[in-house]
């Protein structure tokens, strides 16, 4: 059996209904280790959930003012909410990107669109971005009618500048990789205003997908949870 393209568009559209967007899929090779399915079975597919722009921010703000009580890591609570639902209706099993030991979402996500890292290691997207991210994803114990993208187009590949390696004040992003105690202790610091309330100056920096680079305040959110504020 293969879950056919018309169902995963039916999928997709149950996604979107809360601005989340069906991030390609693929089916697992048969000699790969994989997670197991909805009925313990090893999963033969995956479908990944995430977000373009930041479309899921309102439905998750009216989701956050109704809940009655303050809730832990909200952003996450939401989305297994949301893409668990999702997956109940459609026989698959939800998995996040939060769920501990960790599964491979970036190897996962590289393979269902066919994106590679930037030089902040965010998946580079051609028409997002750096402004995207995943929040889930759904295992099937059947085939999709979906295969891995070949030949996408990496824009660091031709962006000579970087001007994503030059507007860090303390240049925790360099061809060593990521400083993150330098980073977060700037952050928290007190010339760390502007990555505090308009977000990551690097990120901020790079030219593509500024159609869905995140408001201030959604920035603004992401950087407290990442400075533990
Ligand atoms: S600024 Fe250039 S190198 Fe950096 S993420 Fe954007 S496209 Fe890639
Ligand atoms: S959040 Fe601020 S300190 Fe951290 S890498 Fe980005 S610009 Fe630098």
């Given at each position: 059996m293969i879950l056919a393209r018309s169902m995963i568009e039916t999928i997709a559209a149950a996604l979107s209904a809360h601005g989340?967007?069906?991030r390609g899929g693929f089916n697992f090779a048969g000699d790969e280790e994989t997670p197991s399915g909805l009925s313990g079975g090893a999963a033969r597919s995956v479908l990944l959930v995430g977000q373009a722009g930041a479309a899921p921010w309102p439905h998750f703000l009216r989701w956050k003012e109704s809940q009655l009580q303050a809730v832990a890591n909200p952003l996450d609570t939401w989305s297994r909410e949301v893409i668990g639902g999702v997956a109940n209706d459609f026989g698959a099993r939800a998995v996040s990107?939060?769920?501990?030991?960790?599964?491979p979402f970036q190897q996962w996500a590289m393979r269902a669109e066919g994106l590679r890292p930037s030089p902040l290691g965010i998946l580079m997207h051609p028409q997002y971005g750096l402004w995207h991210a995943y929040r889930g994803a759904l295992l099937f114990e059947v085939e999709i009618a979906l295969h891995e993208p070949r030949g996408?187009?990496?824009?660091c590949d031709t962006c000579?500048?970087?001007?994503c390696l030059k507007s860090c004040p303390v240049s925790a992003y360099s061809a060593d990789g990521f400083a993150y105690e330098t980073c977060l202790a700037h952050v928290r610091g007190q010339s760390g205003a502007p990555c505090r309330t308009g977000g990551c100056l690097d990120r901020n920096?790079?030219?593509?997908?500024v159609d869905y680079r995140y408001p201030p305040q959604v920035q603004a959110f992401h950087m407290a949870a990442f400075a533990g504020r």
């Open positions: 989340l967007t069906l990107p939060s769920d501990r030991p960790y599964l996408v187009i990496h824009l000579v500048d970087k001007p920096a790079c030219p593509y997908g």
